[in-house]
């Protein structure tokens, strides 16, 4: 059973960031990375404790994109997967900590 699927807003902006500079680099790229994502999403909600947790959290789990350089951070909740980041894996360690639900 999948659970329902939350994408957080600061999260949905960052995947229409990169899918944007996706695109810009290659026609039609930013379309898969957005694949990538969904396919991701997905394979979190049917089996969300297969990810690594956060280091230093119990609540957050991390899936690595495949092909991509970014991870898919994500919360468990009672009914539903919330997905906190789409995070270039460049990017500050945990800098999307603070769009936890405990700290909104």
Sequence with gaps: MS????????AAEELLEASEW?????????????GAVEHAMNA?????LAAAAWPGSR???????ERFPYIL????????????????TSREPGYWLKRS???R
């Design 3 to 10: 659970l329902r699927q939350v994408l957080l807003p600061e």
């Design 44 to 48: 979190a909600a049917n089996a969300p």
């Design 22 to 34: 996706y695109e810009d680099r290659r026609p039609g790229l930013g379309a898969e990375f957005v």
């Design 73 to 88: 951070v994500y919360e468990l909740r009672d009914d539903a997967i919330e997905f906190v980041a789409v995070a270039h």
């Design 101 to 103: 639900a405990g700290s």
């Design 59 to 65: 609540r957050h789990r991390r899936r690595v994109m």
